[in-house]
């Protein structure tokens, strides 16, 4: 076995040692490659008892822990007797008291509690805990509380199925033996493992052996509680390990609080077992205002307040000016005693010796820990100086192990709690037994105080049953709600416009570009407008419309107020009334701070504003985008080649108006385009992670609807009817796509249309075929989403197929067959099924691959993507789709 | 031959468990195999676990063949977690 202590360490370790000292085990030099064949043993043994213990019933378990704590109790007077007369600290009747909150205090808190099986059930997050024991435990007990932390210890270890072996500090071997072997045969006796229950005997060699046991293989959990340095070798042991240490608590004596309810309480704490208790009192930071009143309450109830000189000659006996740490020979004892070796004569009913430490004296000794009736005390000018105070007592040995305060004010104690970092803050409480828990407050019971990282231990919590369980979560899958949004209205068929004058508008502000202004588009609005509706025109926005043009419709808008924005064209004046609105609602944000990323945009990272001040009406004018339903609004950075997709519900319009006769104008071949942009919306919408019946039903009509009218747009463009039923069949597409977006067609065209100036529509069809051949193969990666539990791309697809007329009864042959239907309508409809027929030469698209790759790849559209693309098998499909 | 209904229920008291191995250990005198089914077994105390170990140990050294069949998951959970690995190696 090896030890990570150096010779150095040893020496700092053994000066830091608080309640152990010298007779404490120096571990590093008794460390050799000693073999205890009983220690084996009884280790195999408790090996066998935790692996039997793995059948019982909580019931079983129950019934053991119940009668061991009836034995605690019984013997609980004999317990504390052995106690002090070995350990020769303490006082017995406190010894008793805490026995008996170690058994009957711990009882109470634990009965009830679920340790085996299911211990909790976390409904909200469909989760539950299930308990499997630690197995082994390794329990080391210190001097100052032997037999208490036996009953403890044990109690929980049992109620845990868990076997528990000790190892006493030598100068408590006696009481230990004899408390484990009266606990053990009560637990046999109710039906508990032989073996659960384990003990090292006293002999010479007790610290080889703990040391052994340590770190013995059967051991799972070493459980120290004591002094720095063993605690050190318990976390040293390359064990999973509880180690517990030292403390020094501040008391902050707030002007807020009574002063003789003060003193009676801490008089009660400190006395407590002769102050041989680690969360007990060490010093107090007294409030200027009421300090001399307090040290009057303090005397009237027999403790004595020394003289400076009185402190002087106090101090080398309390903390033992070799060591630095307190003197072991006081520990626990009464007050009166330790003033007798100083040579102050006090009455010999003297509770405390409390001595006044000078302000500028920092490192006065009595500023440590001391384990017995002795109390520093420090004056403080103001409340800054009592924090700042009570900190440097927290940071002088023992941070993290607890803290008190008396206080009625809220604010002082709020201050205390977040600057002071122990694990128990103790508030206007005894905090020796408000440490212990169950009695003045509801801590769990326990005698192991966790320090967390500021006493270099594993763990804050005052140890507790669940310290030795190793808690099994089970998650249930979680089917994700999902949700369907649409504007809450939607109106349609030709001449369907005039619905613009009933509502209340007062101020109009009309989003348009040139183009609708030319045609007469813009003044069909502007007839339409309820009487006495003032009205704005910004009629500036470019196709892809940038940030500029954003910003330019915000100047316009400024001092216009207006009650409702009307956006009048095609995806681009749409997208940029969607942009104007929202930074004119909220001129306070950032565009970079709504344009992250996101997989989920219910748990992105950015918060959106919630728009609503204005409404916003919008009319398209190409049958394509679905810009008029969707919560996208697309916003094209010019100099970065990039367009930056926003997506949230807020920027859906509230109304949308369908109506044909504003199309008619639309030349054939943007018609085209439009036209196979939003039958990809439905083809791709429908095979999405996200499709869901009420997406599904508009894909399923969208796609038939455009399948049989984009060719007649193309032959009759002026068929205001026709007209009509792609452009409602464009409004459906993007009612699906918003709420199961789109997939790997739309990442690629993207990438497409980005580099080689391609229209969008155009930029979608190119991919069309690739893409149902990618998606109904077996993928190499599926997409992971929790809603989804079979792959159903090429079922959906084959769905299709049969809803445009397919008498195929073979999946295959229905994709064959869709994949024929779609070339028809796209060549029915001028549009390119490779890209190869567009504009663009071989070795230029060859060069630009990488690029578009890495452009698709990280598309949002590829997320809900039934099949998750791998770099190459994108690269793949760009190749084959020239 | 496989010795059946020898182990059966919750085997806690010590007398039902020094009479079943004995009976076990009988057995093993005259026999190169023996084929221990666990089926019917409910629960195991420290004490079966020790018996169970030691006759193997026996059975070893007479040349008998041991085979555990049959180990109830509950119960099989116990010799993995007793790390018994004279045990474990015979089950199945
Ligand atoms: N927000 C969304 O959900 C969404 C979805 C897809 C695309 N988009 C975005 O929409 C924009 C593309 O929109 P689009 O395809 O409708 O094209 P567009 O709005 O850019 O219009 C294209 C051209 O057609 C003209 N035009 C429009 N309607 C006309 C009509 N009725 N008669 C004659 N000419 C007409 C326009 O003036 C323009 O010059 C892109 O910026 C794209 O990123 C947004
Ligand atoms: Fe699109």
């Given at each position: 076995?090896?030890m990570?202590?150096?010779?150095?360490?040893?020496h700092?370790n053994?000066?830091?040692?608080t309640?152990?000292?010298r007779?404490?085990f120096?571990?590093?030099?008794?460390?050799?490659?000693?073999?205890?064949?009983?220690v084996?043993?009884l280790?195999?043994?408790?090996?066998?008892?935790?692996?039997?213990?793995?059948?019982?019933?909580?019931?079983q378990?129950?019934?053991?822990?119940?009668?061991?704590?009836?034995a605690?109790l019984?013997?609980s007077?004999?317990?504390a007797k052995l106690?002090?007369?070995?350990?020769?600290?303490g006082?017995?009747?406190?010894?008793?008291?805490?026995n008996?909150?170690?058994?009957?205090?711990?009882?109470?808190q634990?009965?009830?509690?679920k340790t085996?099986n299911v211990?909790?059930?976390?409904?909200?997050?469909?989760?539950?805990?299930?308990a499997?024991?630690?197995g082994?435990?390794?329990?080391?007990?210190?001097?100052?509380?032997?037999?208490s932390?036996?009953?403890?210890k044990?109690?929980?270890?049992?109620?845990t199925?868990?076997a528990?072996v000790?190892s006493?500090?030598?100068?408590?071997?006696?009481c230990?033996?004899?408390t484990?072997?009266v606990l053990?045969?009560?637990?046999?006796?109710?039906g508990?493992p032989?073996?659960?229950?384990?003990w090292?005997?006293?002999?010479?060699?007790?610290?080889?052996?703990?040391?052994?046991l340590?770190h013995?293989?059967?051991?799972?959990?070493?459980?120290?509680?004591g002094g720095?340095t063993?605690?050190?070798?318990?976390?040293?042991?390359g064990?999973p390990?509880i180690?517990v240490g030292?403390?020094?608590?501040?008391?902050?004596?707030?002007?807020?609080?009574?002063?003789s309810s003060a003193?009676?309480?801490?008089?009660?704490?400190?006395t407590?077992?002769?102050?041989?208790?680690?969360p007990s009192?060490?010093?107090?930071v007294?409030?200027?205002?009421?300090?001399?009143?307090?040290l009057?309450?303090f005397?009237?109830?027999?403790?004595y307040?020394c003289?400076?000189?009185?402190?002087?000659?106090?101090?080398p006996?309390?903390i033992?000016?070799?060591?630095?740490?307190?003197?072991?020979?006081?520990?626990?004892?009464?007050?009166?005693?330790i003033?007798?070796?100083?040579?102050?004569?006090?009455p010999?009913?003297?509770?405390i010796?409390?001595?006044?430490?000078n302000?500028d004296?920092?490192?006065h000794?009595?500023l440590?820990?001391?384990?017995m009736?002795v109390?520093?005390?420090l004056?403080?000018?103001?409340e800054?100086?009592?924090?700042?105070?009570?900190?440097?007592?927290?940071?002088?040995g023992?941070t993290?192990?607890?803290?008190?305060?008396?206080?009625?004010?809220?604010?002082?104690?709020a201050k205390?709690?977040n600057?002071?970092?122990?694990?128990?803050?103790i508030?206007?409480?005894?905090?020796?037994?408000?440490g212990?828990?169950?009695?003045y407050?509801?801590?769990?019971?326990?005698l192991?105080?966790?320090?967390?990282?500021?006493?270099a231990?594993?763990?804050?919590?005052?140890?507790?049953i669940y310290?030795?369980?190793?808690?099994k979560?089970?998650?249930?899958r979680?089917i994700?709600?999902?949700?369907f949004?649409i504007?809450?209205q939607?109106?349609?068929?030709?001449g369907s416009?005039?619905?613009?004058?009933i509502?209340?508008?007062k101020n109009?502000f009309?989003?348009?570009?040139?183009?609708?202004?030319?045609?007469?588009?813009?003044?069909?609005?502007?007839d339409?407008?309820?009487?006495?509706?003032?009205?704005?025109?910004f009629?500036?926005?470019?196709?892809?419309?940038?940030?500029?043009v954003?910003?330019?419709?915000?100047?316009e808008?400024?001092?216009?107020?207006p009650?409702?924005?009307?956006?009048?064209?095609?995806?681009?004046?749409?997208?940029a009334?969607k942009g104007?609105?929202?930074f004119?609602?909220?001129p306070?944000?950032?565009?970079e701070?709504?344009?992250?990323?996101?997989v989920?945009f219910?748990?992105?990272v950015?918060?959106f504003?919630?728009?609503g001040?204005?409404?916003l009406?919008?009319?398209?004018?190409?049958?394509g985008?679905?810009?008029e339903?969707?919560?996208?609004?697309?916003?094209a950075?010019?100099?970065?080649?990039?367009?930056?997709?926003?997506?949230?519900?807020?920027?859906?319009?509230d109304i949308?108006?369908?109506d044909s006769e504003l199309v008619c104008?639309?030349?054939v071949?943007p018609?085209?385009?439009?036209?196979?942009d939003?039958?990809?919306?439905?083809?791709?919408?429908?095979?999405?992670i996200?499709a869901?019946?009420f997406?599904?039903a508009?894909?399923?009509?969208a796609?038939?609807?455009i399948?049989?009218?984009?060719?007649?747009?193309?032959?009759?463009?002026?068929?205001?009817?026709?007209r009509?039923?792609m452009h409602?069949a464009?409004?459906?597409?993007?009612?699906?796509?918003s709420?199961?977006?789109?997939g790997?067609?739309?990442?690629?065209a993207?990438?497409?249309g980005?580099k080689?100036?391609?229209?969008h529509?155009?930029?979608?069809?190119?991919?069309?075929?690739?893409?149902?051949?990618?998606?109904s193969?077996?993928?190499?990666k599926f997409?992971?989403?929790?809603?989804n539990?079979?792959?159903?791309?090429k079922?959906?697809?084959?769905?299709?197929?049969?809803s445009?007329?397919?008498?195929?009864?073979e999946?295959?042959?229905?994709?064959?067959?869709?994949?024929e239907k779609?070339?028809?309508?796209?060549?029915?409809?001028g549009?390119p099924?490779?890209?190869?027929?567009?504009?663009?030469?071989l070795?230029d698209y060859?060069?630009?691959?990488?690029?578009?790759?890495s452009?698709?790849f990280n598309?949002?559209?590829?997320?809900?993507n039934?099949?998750?693309p791998?770099?190459?098998?994108?690269e793949?499909?760009?190749r084959?789709?020239? | 031959m496989?010795?059946?209904?020898?182990?059966?229920?919750?085997m806690?008291s010590?007398?039902v468990i020094?009479?079943?191995?004995s009976?076990?250990e009988?057995?093993?005198?005259?026999?190169?195999?023996?084929l221990?089914?666990?089926?019917?077994?409910?629960?195991?105390?420290?004490?079966?676990l020790?018996k169970?170990?030691?006759?193997i140990?026996?059975?070893?050294?007479?040349?008998?063949k041991?085979?555990?069949?049959?180990?109830?998951p509950?119960?099989?959970k116990?010799?993995?977690?007793?790390r018994?690995?004279?045990?474990?190696?015979?089950?199945?």
């Open positions: 076995m090896t990570v202590f150096s010779p150095q360490d040893k700092e053994f000066v830091l040692d309640e152990a000292t007779l404490n120096d571990f590093i030099s008794e460390l050799q490659e000693d073999s205890f064949p009983h084996d043993q280790l195999l043994k408790a090996r066998k008892a935790s692996a039997v213990f793995t059948q019982y019933t909580q019931g378990v129950d019934k053991i822990v119940y009668a061991v704590v009836r605690a019984e013997h007077r004999e317990f106690a002090v007369e070995e350990t020769r600290m006082l017995f009747e406190d010894k008793i008291l805490k008996i909150v170690a058994s009957e205090f711990l009882y109470h634990i009965k009830d509690k085996v211990i909790r059930e976390i409904k909200d997050e469909q989760m539950v805990e299930i499997e024991p630690v082994v435990i390794a329990a080391l007990t210190p001097v100052t509380n032997p037999t932390t036996v009953i403890y044990s109690i929980i270890s049992l109620k199925r868990n528990i000790f006493p500090h030598l100068m408590s071997s006696k230990v033996a004899y484990a072997e053990y045969k009560a637990a046999l006796k109710a508990a032989e073996g659960c229950i384990g090292l005997k006293r002999n010479s060699k007790l610290r080889k052996q703990t040391n052994y340590i013995h293989k059967e051991v799972d959990l070493v459980f120290a509680t720095t063993m605690v050190k070798v318990a976390y040293s042991s064990k390990a180690g030292s403390g020094n608590t501040p008391v902050y004596v707030h002007k807020s609080y009574d002063v003193a009676m309480d801490i008089c009660i704490s400190k407590f077992d002769n102050g041989n208790e680690c009192e060490q010093t107090l007294v409030d200027d205002d009421i300090y001399e009143q307090l009057q309450e005397k009237k109830i027999n403790c307040i003289k400076e000189e009185e402190t002087k000659k106090l101090t006996v309390v033992d000016p070799e060591t630095g740490v307190m003197n072991y020979k006081y520990v626990g004892k009464e007050a009166y005693k003033a007798q070796a100083a040579g102050i004569d006090v010999t009913n003297t509770k010796l409390l001595c006044e430490i302000s004296d920092k490192n000794p009595l440590k820990e001391k384990l009736p109390l520093a005390v004056r403080a000018e103001s800054g100086d009592a924090l700042s105070k009570c900190l440097l007592v927290n940071h002088s023992g993290g192990h607890t803290a008190g305060i008396f206080a009625k004010d809220e604010n002082v104690i205390f709690q600057l002071i970092n122990a694990g128990r803050i508030v206007n409480q005894p905090t020796s037994l408000g212990l828990g169950g009695m407050n509801n801590l769990p019971t326990t192991s105080f966790g320090c967390g990282t500021g006493g231990n594993s763990t804050t919590e005052n140890v507790n310290n030795l369980l190793n808690i979560r089970v998650p249930r979680q994700m709600p999902m949700w949004r504007p809450n939607v109106y349609f068929n030709p416009l005039n619905v613009l004058k509502f209340p508008a109009a009309i989003v348009t570009d040139k183009t609708m202004e030319k045609l007469g588009v813009l003044k069909k609005v502007i339409n407008l309820p009487n006495g509706c003032n009205f704005k025109v009629s500036d926005v470019e196709s892809e419309p940038s940030k500029d954003i910003d330019r419709g915000l100047t808008v400024s001092n216009f107020s009650d409702y924005f009307i956006a009048v064209g095609g995806g681009s004046v749409i997208d009334t104007i609105r929202l004119y609602e909220c306070d944000i950032k565009f701070d709504l344009s992250v990323d996101f989920d219910r748990k992105r950015i918060s504003p919630t728009l001040k204005t409404k009406v919008a009319i398209p004018t190409t049958s985008t679905g810009s339903v969707s919560p996208a609004c697309v916003i950075d010019k100099k970065n080649n990039l367009k930056v997709s926003l997506f949230d519900y807020n920027l859906t319009p949308a108006i369908i104008e639309l030349p071949k018609s085209a385009d439009t036209g196979i939003a039958f990809t919306h439905a083809l791709e919408a429908f095979v999405s996200y869901n019946d997406t599904d508009l894909c399923l009509q796609i038939k609807i399948y049989e009218t984009l060719p007649k747009v193309i032959q009759r463009p002026h068929d205001v009817e026709i009509q039923k409602n464009a409004t459906l597409a993007g009612m699906a796509f709420n199961a977006s789109v790997i067609n739309h990442a690629m993207h990438a497409l980005a080689f100036g391609v229209p529509g155009r930029a979608n069809a190119v991919f069309l075929l690739s893409t149902i051949d990618f998606n193969g077996i993928p190499t997409m992971p989403f929790p809603n539990k079979k792959y159903i791309a079922e959906k697809y084959a769905e299709i197929a049969k445009l007329g397919s008498q195929n009864n999946i295959e042959k229905l994709i064959v067959d869709l994949k779609i070339k028809e309508l796209l060549s029915k409809s549009l099924c490779r890209i190869s027929e567009l504009d663009i030469k070795d060859l060069a630009a691959i990488p690029d578009l790759v452009k698709a598309d949002l559209s590829l997320r809900t039934p099949r998750m791998l770099v190459e098998e994108l793949g499909l760009f084959n789709a020239y | 496989p010795i059946k209904n020898l182990f059966n229920g919750e806690t010590n007398e020094d009479s079943a191995f009976l076990l009988n057995q093993a005198l005259d026999r190169n195999e023996i221990i089914n666990f089926q019917n077994l409910v629960f195991v105390s420290v004490y079966f020790e169970l170990e030691s006759f140990e026996k059975a070893k050294k007479l040349n008998v041991v085979q555990i069949k049959n180990v109830p509950s119960i099989y116990v010799f993995r977690v007793a018994v690995n004279e045990i474990l190696k015979l089950c199945f």
